[in-house]
Nanobody
């Protein structure tokens, strides 16, 4: 059974940092594109970053470029999202999602309906003083 579990969220002051984790089970992340998404209260879900199956292709939404960094630890079968310089508008539930991709160098996407294989339950990030 494919499963993703997010962790690392919490309450943080503006300007602070967090590292979100997305741990996979039932499949190998090296064979999948992984995306990070977020949904703030009253807003639509938006893509923030993704990493392709090769691990070399990474995309960031304009709103997070320079502040968010996506990475993968194959040994731990986990994808991370390092978030720095947090702003109140980053407050949201953060989700990771996976889509099997045999083409190592296919560019990943921030379109949520591409990720049809598995979604995690999310981890809440709250940025407030």
């Amino acid at each position: 059974q494919l499963r993703l579990v997010e962790s690392g969220g919490g309450l943080v002051q503006p300007g602070g940092s967090l590292r979100l984790s997305c741990e996979a089970s039932g499949f190998i992340t090296d064979d999948y594109a992984i995306g990070w998404f977020r949904q703030a209260p009253g807003k639509e879900r938006e893509g923030v970053s993704c990493i392709n199956s090769s691990g070399l292709g990474k995309i960031y939404a304009d709103a997070v470029k320079g502040r968010f960094t996506i990475s993968r630890d194959s040994a731990k079968n986990t994808v991370y999202l390092q978030i720095t310089s947090l702003k109140p508008e980053d407050t949201a539930m953060y989700y990771c999602a996976a889509k099997e991709d045999e083409l190592l160098f296919r560019v990943c996407t921030l379109t949520d309906n591409y990720y049809t294989d598995v979604w995690g339950a999310g981890t809440l990030v709250t940025v407030s003083s």
